[in-house]
């Protein structure tokens, strides 16, 4: 499929990656309902593993099934479908290509007391590639005290996927002694955060919609005094993307807790004013029943296609 | 041995892995009196390493002879014979081949006063592979602060496995600072740590049978709002169950403490009558005298395969 | 994109494939205008390093630049599109995924007075990953002195790539001492140099259509004994298909030297009636004008879509 | 599967081996209708490598599917089934360890004029692991120019294989500019060249049935010298069977070209009077109808269990 | 030298071992006055570094030259001479081979403050090679919260050793935060460390003659039910024995803090009575002038050998 024109500007902004890393990009561009628009609906399903099987998929019980998630992107016709290890190989070697896959390569579960926020890395570039995905996942926790090793964990392994054709996704999610609740979806923060994360050579950035709050005094002065506006969730989503090299990294946003449909869409609304690429969506998609889920999806799609 | 309409059905849940990998899991299928059937019994052996020799043994004195446990497992029509390093070193070379075996590949003892639950690494893939074992065996502790190492050392190990042919067995045993006593056993607890084993790859998978405790104020609720039945063991077994991919991995269920038969055989039934796939039964089997200890089993197997 | 009943059916010929081997085997079944039905039509564009780039370029000279055939695949919906290391690394990082890409392993110049026929090794799996390609290509010249040296590069090359995910394409090409001119397209011979590349493990086999020659003497009493017919292209290609594992491995065909359309139509309708799975065609594509090539592309892959 | 006294006491001739390669002869051992008894009926088919697929299959056709002998090895109650690398490739990962599997490292065609004998590598030990194999198998032609290479070759897998618990069958066929055409079997060489098979680490010698040929005149000396008897089929395989440390070898004769069942059946009692092991029937089983097969098949095993 | 039937029955429960590792076992069986008893003595120094020289040598100052003990061990008949790198180094060259060495890989010096005990590695497989060692040496602490730490050191150990050909002595010492001091000599916790030893691959396990006490009371509750004698010596060795694969693993016994001479035969008898294997006899031996460690040293052998 050739490249669109918007698909071509986009992978320009990432001119030192080579060829099998950037068709994989694009690759997930090219898929679903989105192709070619440069916009992003990635269907994410680790939630099983970090919040524990009953409350991810009881609400709509098909989803203990990774074959739902794998069959609800593409009947919902979505970029790529992210999961941890055990989820995809339950289904690549079923479906064999269907989809572009996201292998998640690190997980936290709800169990353990753990101190400082950071996940076990529970896959690896290798596999990957046996299974044929088109992207690794990784979740970063800045405001983490083990902010070193995480960094450092995945700068290993951008570099190995890279030379393998092979880009990134990064969850970039602000956590730990060193920021306060609100702190973690503040305006500040995340757009800090998917800055880090662009700098640790992401090519898609995964952040939650951020909040009008400020959390570091130093940065409050600095949004007074040059009248950022944060008011809206567009103000707020366009000071994040400007953060991420200006708007030259793909962000996206994730749906969070599950909702109601009209504060969903209107959320996707204020993400599509202020430039963001798209929407990660989990648990507001695949706890909906199917078909109402894939109708939630599609809306979501024409409102990032400027259909709705 | 032609592989049943059951076993082919078993496999087929597991379509990224290699051949090799897929014949070792069918050789313990099709091994013993329930060959065939798609269904476990286990004898796993690493009470003395865990518990002691004396605790273990004493109770029937010739377990204190690694061979007799090899022999018991073959008596009895078991699957497979679990054990650490040193139990299968004293007999994989003097029986070569005759049940397929277990390498237990970490293990703890009581001795040490260990702060977060971890066990030791006390084997590796080269060792099943040079004693000729048909898979690997791993205790994760899910609740342990010591989480992320534990899940790292396990998706090394299980990758180097698959890749030369052996499959993996999880021992996924709740434990740790994260939570309370009574939720080690807990249904959401023992759910939620087998699909995290679910997630990193098992292809069988171990834990205890849960009781009706439900350990998580989030799981509560959804348990409550949903209805979801926990009052019989084949309640709770049904829902471990449907957690590891909606039935399709391997789970069997651990004998736990030495009790008297008629406890273990209503436990085994509520395990069978959950969708349970069988029993790794330890203590309630050889520290039984030996001809009773083969009735027993029988017995279980019987109600496994549906004759009793 | 869903795989159909056809390629699903295809891709159960590989059972021991990883899932990225077979995904990316689907991708080229899943790519141009033959997508879905499990054939195939390639552009190979090797010429240039095997006759020299006057020879191969100048009836066309827009061929003396990459971009123009990778574009020509496109246009004619082929399948993918075959090259040596250097044209792909000239489009590869242009256009980023338009089309699957095979790496031609191994080239064989015309100025060297080899002895026994053996390309050299122009590319490395490595190469294949980081340029995004789908498959590796490497040729074989059974017959030839040479052939354990080349059957042995093939297979070190095969093992890496199917760990990395990636499907071989082998050029199965007899020639060499053992063999008379006429023989590198005798039918039993065509045949035996297919069924030693299925052998070796190729995924695609590429031969050229068989004449009704029959190079061994031991051979010719087997084809006279079962009347086996070789009147036709059509009973040829049957002959080479089932040699093949009986048709459970792809088996495509090249144009061969540059000829009229008629003859280049009527040699197709025969692989088609012989059950081949498509065309590898080169010189009768690119060194006809471009709306021409695309034409006589277009209607082979209607012969073969069973449209003409 | 408890090994039988004669399994046992076989294994014991190979007291410096690991468990695991023990364990892998021993299943070879306790499969199919000779199972225990410590005589072999493999089935190999390779020969559509070395002779090409027109000779070895038209006779019947269905087998240019490697189903059919995967299948045909199974249901004539083979010990094992033996065959290059792309015919295990297509039904190990379909069937997953219903039969033992041997893969053929090495394999020549029929096609070159290569100089003195040698076989190209077609496989490795790590494929034997990822296919789940039981054995690696390696052709030796003693005579040729080039033994240095196959010898070290061999030794190199083998020392591999054991250590990953894989046992070897050694193909000794002698053959090259050092022997006579009489000399390939005849009865001293096949005895040294099987010799040279044990000497090199082999677990099981597959040799040609030996004729009453001497091919050296040292040798003709000391069997004229020491009376050795020559005359019967049963003598000759004695002192074949004699040559490999004096029995301790497991010893198994190949049946050669295709002919007539009694020919056959006089044949194989003569390798069992002599104290033969077994037989690997290629094109006398599958080039017979399939029921046709399993029959002469069958009797075959019985002639080896003592039943016929 | 033949090994005796002792010997052979001794290497027997050994079974996966490779000829290497046995023959240097029973190199160590076939030397000094107790060869073919399938008993030991060894002499250990590695005190100099554990307590310090002045404490170690002074008491007989010849001592202080690793010469000395070289000697003492040949002219008492001992089975072997254990020590740390540095004496080995400093005798091996100079001896060549006169006795069978073990390297003693971990060592613990009395000038640190540590917290929980563990040894630091001193040495390697590759020193015991070099050096012509028949055997390497390793102290765990069982108990000790660096448990995981020290388990995997010598698991990596062992396997690389038995990969060599050479066998390993555990000391398995209780000691750490998880005991009491009396604990660390109880008769419970010194027949767990020795399995816990043979689980984790040992050869030769030492440990030190147990107390009658008991340490953890859920073993006590079990030597009440089942009456398990722990009032002498022989008793408590039994259990400890019997705690080792029913006695299949090569128990001995250290001599500890120097003492009387009636004193040191009386625990002998004990450990004889009991099914000990042997003593690993260091301060009692070389702190006593040289002829009277070397009469000490041959009672202690003739107690062994049933003569005393």
Redesign the interface.
Known sequence: ???SDQVRKI?SWYPSD??????????MM?TGRLAGTGKFVILPVDQ??E?????S???N?GG?????HYNLA?DAGCNAYAA???????????????IPLILKLN?S???????EP???????V??A?????SAIGFTIYPGSAERNLMYEQIREMILEAK???IPTVLWAYPRGSGLSKAGETAVDIVAYAAHVAAQLGAHVIKVKPPTAHVEQPENQKVFEKFNIPTATMADRVRHVVQSCFNGKRIVIFSGGEAKGTDAVLEEIRGIRDGGGFGSIMGRNAFQRPHDEAVKLLNTIMDIYAGKA
């Open positions: 499929m050739r490249n992978l080579n060829p099998g890393t950037l068709s994989n990009l694009a690759r090219n099983g593993f919040h524990g099987p009953v409350r998929f009881q609400p019980p203990y099934d990774p074959d739902y593409i941890p290890l055990g989820a995809l190989e339950a289904t690549a070697g079923k479906y064999n290509g269907e997980n579960d709800s169990m353990a007391k753990v101190g950071i996940s076990a890395i529970t896959g690896s290798e596999d590639l046996r299974l044929g995905c030379s393998v054709g």
